[in-house]
């Protein structure tokens, strides 16, 4: 299931925060949700195959991720025994000029493991784990109605531009410490560490990098 697009996940467990992993229970299941390590590359790769396709690499948020390495400490993914069956990342940004702030997503979650509370649980842990490294604010392009439950607002966006067309009412921003997109104008741009590399690569050679 993907949620850049839209969601239709259930409630979120509350999760912990501030650990290499959690063990997050939803709907009478456990997962485990820790940081994204180079042997998950395959295998998160084809869960954003699935969930958004090719074009994935097409959109608006993709032109601030491309080249560019997530925000340390928040690329996760979630697991059910040795199967990876989630995954959020999310990537460092200016929200306008000098203000700091991250790009969540892609959020995927497993076609057989819907509905079961789990992308809920990643954006739950993903904001705990931002906010206890004193990140200040987080934007997304996604399902207004489903994003709400977490604080995100079109309001917070409204004198931001994203690099790409993208519909006003999908983006959305999230304040973690009071005030820190008051004033947010301009466009975003990426603030990420770049992917080391000698020559131009595809964009999925860079998200394997990545």
């Keep these: 299931m993907a949620f850049e697009f839209s969601s239709h996940d259930s409630d979120f467990a509350p999760s912990a925060f501030g650990r290499a992993a959690a063990c997050v229970e939803t709907r009478m299941r456990a997962f485990d949700i820790r940081d994204e390590a180079p042997g998950d590359v395959a295998a998160r790769e084809a ?32 697991t059910d025994e040795e199967r990876l069956v989630a995954t959020m990342r999310m990537w460092p940004v200016f929200a306008g000029a000098g203000r700091p702030a ?29 906010a206890a490294r004193n990140h200040r604010a987080v934007l997304l392009v996604g399902d207004a109605p489903y994003y709400a439950r977490f604080g995100f607002d079109a309001r917070f966006t409204e004198e931001l531009a994203m690099p790409g ?9 999230l304040e973690l410490s009071k005030g820190a997109l008051d004033g947010a104008a301009g466009r975003v741009s990426g603030a990420g560490a770049r992917v080391a590399s000698t020559t131009r690569a595809a964009p999925r050679q860079l998200a394997q990098a990545a």
């Design 102 to 130: 991250l790009l969540l997503g892609p959020l995927a979650v497993a076609r057989d493991y819907r509905s079961l509370g789990l992308g809920a649980a990643m954006i739950e842990e993903g904001l705990a784990r931002a």
């Design 165 to 173: 067309s993208v519909e006003r009412e999908r983006f959305l921003g």
């Design 47 to 78: 869960l954003l195959d699935e969930a958004f396709g090719p074009t994935r690499f097409l959109k608006s948020c993709e032109r601030l991720r491309e080249g560019r390495m997530p925000a340390r400490g928040l690329a996760l993914v979630a």
